[in-house]
């Protein structure tokens, strides 16, 4: 694991219908072991409360600092459940988070700022959430937004495999976290 992540517990918040083995979220497990999936009771149904309850419950396991590394409905999953309580979560890569209007959740997401250091990736052409909503909701939330291109829903069919761009991010989300824990 790079020196940076070493201080963090890493929690991984998939999408509808999980990441499957080819995804960049699985690679990156097997890649470093240490990171921990966070488990859906169903993954093909997008219920947001049901899902953030499993975050919440995924982050109380263990006490550690930790970085959630989400994706589609993961992120807001991620985003509602440390919005609610953002205890021992010093970041959120949120990467293509799917569009909070077309699963009709909107309301139940945060309109201000997030309570830690976070980090949006999106595409110019992907499906789940247009690039100018992507990039609103990063503001609304005080992300740092990150556009990566033409990679679609930035998925397995991306043909990213270990997707090093995206451990880069993770590293700097890593190094930020780190400095605001060390201003207190």
């Avoid at 149904?45 to 899902?51: N, Q, T």
């Avoid at 699963?103 to 949006?120: N, T």
């Avoid at 999106?122 to 990150?146: I, K, Q, Y």
């Amino acid at each position: 694991m790079p020196a940076q992540l070493s201080p963090y517990r890493v929690l991984v918040a998939p999408g509808l219908d999980n990441s499957g083995p080819d995804h960049w979220q699985s690679r990156w497990q097997r890649l470093y072991p240490a990171f921990q999936r966070i488990e859906q009771r169903d993954w093909s149904v997008p219920d947001l409360p049901a899902w953030s309850g499993r975050v919440d419950a995924a982050r109380q396991v263990e006490r550690k600092p930790t970085l959630i590394v989400a994706h589609s409905f993961g992120c807001l999953a991620s985003v509602r459940s440390v919005a609610q309580d953002p205890e021992h979560v010093a970041g959120l890569l949120l990467v293509a988070p799917a569009d909070p209007d077309k699963f009709g959740v909107a309301d139940l997401l945060p309109h201000g700022e997030l309570p830690c250091p976070s980090i949006v990736i999106a595409s110019s052409n992907d499906p789940w959430m247009p690039l100018e909503r992507a990039r609103a909701w990063a503001g609304r939330w005080g992300a740092t937004f990150v556009e990566v291109g033409e990679l679609g829903h930035i998925n397995a069919e991306s043909g990213l495999g270990d997707w090093l761009f995206g451990q880069q991010q993770l590293q700097s989300l890593a190094e930020r976290a780190h400095n605001a824990l060390s201003a207190y």
